[in-house]
Each structure stands twice: as C-alpha cells, then as structure tokens.
C-alpha cells in the first residue's frame, strides 16, 4: 500500500527540486560560461534562472493578488521582449541566484497560504483560460521549470560536458568517458543509416 501523502506537499516538493537543479547547473562555472549563449536562439545558463524567477513571481504573485514586492521589469509596457533571458551587464550570477531564492521564499509563502482550489487569474493568458487554481499554477510552474531544467542540462554539457540530475546523483549509469564514446559512436552510426543527403 503506497503511503498516503498531502497532494500540495507533493506538488511543492517537485517544484523545489526543479528549482534545486536549475541552480545546481550554475556551479563551478565562470561569469562568462553563464551568460554566454550557447545555442543559435541565444539560450544561456543564467538567463534560464532569470526567466524562471521572474515567470514564477508572476505566477504566485499577479495570478493571486500576492505582489512580489519587488519591481520586475519584464511586466512593463516597455520591457525588452527578451530581457528576462540573459543578464545584463550590471545583474550578477550571486545577484540572480539570490533574486530566486527571493522568489521561492514568496512562492512558497503564496502555496502555503492558499488551498489547491484557491482562483487566481493569469492576465498575460487568453480570457476564456485565464481563470486559473493554485493546483493548475503549481502544475504548470513544475513543468516550467523542469523544461527549462532540461534546456539547462544541454547548455552545461556542451560548455563542459557536466551532466545529470543532482551533484551527488547523475542519474544515468554510466560512469566512463570511453563508455559515452562508444556509445555515441553506435548512435551515430545507426543514424547514419537513415542519411539521405
């Protein structure tokens, strides 16, 4: 019999895991290795944190009539389009890092307040959706940031070949430089199979 369990805690504790990873792909590196984009969109390491910390501040803050009390220039008028993705030269990686922390601690006091069927509204939604419960934002805030995890896990293997799921856990098995050669090797090969150029 599975243990029963409190389905706010639950959603709670898989929201800070993903918050918990997206910072852990921040450690070790430079000031330069964080901002620098490393994909042809532009996608970097401390944008990624940047975005989630402000998209989650909206969430659990706007939605609920709970105001993060800190000005986010991402909601103004006149807001770059893509400025919650990168840092400026004046944000810092201890900056940011904090500004999340920040975040979590209002978050986390909006989920522990409100029960799971508390309304809010999503006013940057369409109208006919943007009626909202605290279950539907938390679900989508996990999906969120573990999307943005996942983006986060690419970056920081192609900056340094760091990979996995938690510092003391890669969640993948594989523990050798040779073994992930070979087996690149191999699907490259298969792939390769099915080229047509």
Do not use: C
């Not at 852990?24 to 042809?40: A, M, Q």
């Not at 922390?101 to 809010?120: C, N, P, Q």
């Not at 369409?126 to 996942?150: K, N, Q, S, W, Y």
């Not at 340094?160 to 523990?175: C, T």
Request: charge should be negative; avoid cysteine; glycine fraction near 8%.
């Amino acid at each position: 019999m599975p243990v029963p369990s409190d389905p706010k805690a639950d959603l709670q504790r898989y929201l800070q895991r993903g918050r918990e990873v997206l910072l852990w792909k921040l450690d070790g590196l430079s000031e330069y290795d964080l901002r620098r984009p490393v994909v042809p969109t532009g996608t970097n390491l401390l944008g990624l944190v940047k975005h989630v910390a402000t998209m989650e501040a909206g969430y659990f803050g706007v939605v609920f009539g709970r105001e993060f009390p800190e000005h986010l220039p991402t909601f103004d008028d006149d807001a770059d389009p893509q400025g919650d993705l990168y840092a400026t030269a004046e944000e810092t990686k201890d900056g940011i890092v904090a500004f999340y922390r920040r975040v979590w601690a209002h978050s986390d006091a909006t989920i522990s307040g409100l029960a799971l069927d508390a309304l809010g509204a999503v006013p940057w939604w369409p109208e006919e959706r943007r009626d909202v419960t605290l279950h539907l934002v938390l679900v989508h805030m996990i999906a969120e940031t573990d999307r943005h995890a996942g983006h986060a896990d690419i970056l920081r293997e192609l900056i340094d070949g760091g990979v996995g799921h938690r510092a003391d856990n890669d969640n993948l098995g594989v523990e050798d430089a040779a073994t992930w050669a070979a087996y690149h090797r191999r699907l490259q090969a298969l792939a390769e199979e099915f080229r047509s150029d």
